[in-house]
């Protein structure tokens, strides 16, 4: 059998040899061996191992019936996936699907809340604040949740949009591959001395590292004082990225410090590990770093905020993180092509902060609306962003404006980037 081993904080992972049999199970049973090899990672890695029932495996059908069948309480995020279809979006950034998000806002309009660039919605020119009006004809406020569905599984759809400036457009399109751009935009701000560095990043990808070298580089050239991190709808991704980001951003003057701990269960407490802060060549020392968060914000960018927040002058704007302070080791099988994700390990800063199942809250709370493309200074949360670092407070601005986010409906992939923190490179660890 053909395995490979690595580690997320989803979002976590990793691969590994040899497969066990569970001893409680009759050797006259047949178990499916996708279930088998789900049982065993679960057994071995689970950190909430030793609260999970005891579940009869051959009357279990799939990995996931298993999953939730066994789930601890606090565990909203372990899962599978085909193991092809992990590496592809871990390493290279590629996934399949539409390559949008989008959602309710509080007037019942269906918003485009994001598009990544090399996807079908992309080149087509579909942008965020985009009403979408039908699809195939069907009016959007006629559907439900299963039409929704249905329509998404559909290779070719025409969907009828309100662009930001109520013109009507028809776009029929195919969905696909899609290249992740995890950097959606950037600019700077120029407010007196100030130079305030934005950008929006969406995932946390191996591919992700090349884009952030690209962005800092140009708030470098710049000489950007202070910065707004914009991660409303960023779901997590590998470690690695993360160590990149913190670098990038706390590098100046705190390289050395640890930033966060791994906690594993009682079967492999040596798997723990502290995390530093690095140095790059294109690290800035900020003035003020604003962060943009909704429930949409989670795993490896809560452990990013957690981690910088000892550190660095630090608010957040928006609303609260999703609340995913653990992560998972993802283990996964070349030859059932099968990645297991289960809850692995515990996060915890340098200052003890752990356990933020109910999000992280923020220091001034401002609804999102998506009715603009980024970079509008029309959007509330970056207005308040920029009026915040510009002159200590953030304005008036609305708590119920038209248009703020009620209900993010679909992620944009047929594989959401929803909680994955990918350990590479680490003690005891192979790196696929």
């Known amino acids: 059998m053909n395995k490979l081993k690595f580690l997320v904080f989803i979002v976590c992972a990793v691969l590994v040899l040899g497969c066990k049999k569970d001893p409680q199970q009759s050797e006259a049973l047949t178990i499916d061996p996708k279930v088998q090899y789900t049982a065993d990672t679960f057994n071995d890695l689970y950190l909430w191992y030793e609260s999970m029932p005891t579940v009869d495996l051959p009357s279990i059908s799939t990995p996931d019936d298993y999953i939730n069948k066994i789930r601890y309480s606090q565990d909203r995020w372990s899962f599978t996936m085909p193991y092809t279809d992990m590496m592809k979006l871990l390493q290279d950034g590629e996934t399949t699907g ?11 309009n269906l918003r485009i809340f994001f598009v990544y660039d090399n996807s079908a919605m992309g080149r087509a020119g579909v942008k965020r604040g985009w009403v979408m009006k039908s699809i195939n004809g069907s009016p959007v406020s006629a559907m439900t949740s299963a039409d929704f569905n249905t329509a998404l599984a559909n290779t070719t759809n025409t969907f009828v949009f309100i662009k930001n400036d109520g013109t009507e457009t028809s776009i029929q ?35 992700s590292v090349k884009e952030l070298n690209t962005t800092f580089d140009k708030f470098v050239s710049q000489g950007v004082t202070d910065m707004i991190l914009d991660m409303r709808y960023n779901g997590g991704g590998t470690l690695d990225c993360a160590d990149s980001l913190v670098a ?144 200590g407070a953030i304005g008036f601005v609305p708590q119920k404006s038209s248009g703020f986010v009620n209900q993010i409906i679909y992620n944009g992939t047929d594989h959401p980037i929803e909680n994955l923190y990918q350990l590479w490179n680490r003690p005891n660890h192979t790196k696929y």
């Open 98 to 108: 539409w390559g949008f998000g989008f959602g309710y806002d509080n007037l019942k």
């Open 173 to 207: 399109m195919t969905k696909g591959v899609i290249g992740i751009n995890s950097v959606q935009y950037s600019t700077v701000f120029s407010r007196g001395a100030k130079k305030i560095g934005y950008f929006v990043f969406s995932d946390f990808l191996g591919s």
């Open 248 to 391: 990038l951003i706390a590098g100046k003057p705190n390289k050395d410090k640890i930033y966060n701990t791994l906690t594993y269960n009682n079967k492999h407490t040596r798997m723990g590990y502290s995390y530093k802060i690095g140095l790059k060549y294109n690290s800035i020392q900020l003035d003020k770093l604003v962060i943009i968060t909704t429930s949409g914000t989670a795993s490896a960018s809560e452990l990013v905020i957690s981690g910088l927040k000892p550190y660095l002058n630090i608010k957040l704007i928006g609303s609260k993180t999703h609340g995913k302070p653990v992560g998972m080791n993802i283990e996964g099988n070349t030859t059932l092509n099968l990645a297991v994700a289960p809850i692995s390990f515990r996060n915890t800063n340098s200052v003890g902060f752990t356990d933020y199942f109910d999000g992280i809250p923020v220091d001034f709370a401002v609804n999102d609306s998506p009715t603009q493309d980024w970079g509008d200074l029309n959007d509330e949360c970056l207005k308040a962003a920029v009026n915040y670092i510009s002159t």
